[in-house]
């Protein structure tokens, strides 16, 4: 029975390990943008890589910046539900931007997500402008969600065994 456990455990903990992303979604007013890297930007307390003579900075535009800068805060956030959406003007995707360039990094996961400059705050939470969204049970919320009972479930049946 341990075994059964633990082999559903170790399968629960490798099953999502796909990129998720966070980007500026197109359309959106610049001013908007513009707010949303400033609040990422905020809390990150580095966005060095957006900077001139930065990795991050070409492609040199609002949307550019905005989607190094949303991607770094909502993979600091650990991915939680909320954290990506900006007051609507962000949304999670499995592909990075089109627009990457050379030598700019990306993270995709909360592991490669880096710590920001030392000193920096720990993530306080979703961005608290605006709306922050709601769960969606047949997105990557839902999944996330199983995922996690399945480890509570898992770890607990395991310790008072």
Same mark, same amino acid.
């Given at each position: 029975?341990?075994?059964?456990?633990?082999?559903?455990? +170790?399968?629960?903990?490798? !099953?999502?390990?796909?990129?998720?992303?966070?980007?500026?979604?197109?359309?959106?007013?610049?001013?908007?943008?513009?707010?949303?890297?400033? #609040?990422?930007? @905020?809390?990150? @307390?580095?966005?060095?890589?957006? /900077?001139?003579?930065?990795?991050?900075?070409?492609?040199?535009?609002?949307?550019? /910046?905005?989607?190094?800068?949303?991607?770094?805060? *909502?993979?600091?956030?650990?991915?939680? %539900?909320?954290?990506?959406?900006?007051?609507?003007?962000?949304?999670?995707?499995?592909?990075?931007?089109?627009?990457?360039?050379?030598?700019?990094? #990306?993270?995709?996961?909360?592991?490669?997500?880096?710590?920001?400059? %030392? !000193?920096?705050?720990?993530?306080?939470?979703?961005?608290? *402008?605006? %709306?922050?969204?709601?769960?969606?049970?047949?997105?990557?919320?839902?999944?996330?969600?199983?995922?996690?009972?399945?480890?509570?479930?898992? *770890?607990?049946?395991?310790?008072? +065994?």
């Amino acid at each position: 029975m341990r075994m059964l456990l633990g082999l559903l455990l +170790l399968l629960a903990l490798t !099953g999502n390990s796909r990129a998720t992303y966070c980007l500026c979604k197109d359309g959106v007013a610049e001013k908007d943008l513009q707010t949303s890297i400033d #609040y990422a930007c @905020g809390v990150l @307390g580095d966005c060095n890589q957006i /900077h001139e003579k930065g990795p991050c900075y070409q492609p040199n535009n609002v949307k550019g /910046h905005c989607d190094w800068a949303v991607n770094s805060y *909502f993979q600091r956030a650990g991915q939680v %539900p909320g954290s990506c959406n900006f007051s609507g003007t962000a949304t999670t995707s499995p592909n990075p931007p089109s627009t990457l360039v050379t030598g700019c990094i #990306y993270p995709s996961s909360p592991g490669n997500a880096g710590t920001g400059a %030392p !000193g920096t705050p720990t993530f306080p939470g979703p961005p608290a *402008f605006g %709306p922050t969204g709601g769960f969606d049970p047949s997105g990557n919320d839902a999944l996330s969600l199983i995922t996690s009972i399945a480890l509570t479930l898992g *770890f607990s049946v395991i310790v008072f +065994l």
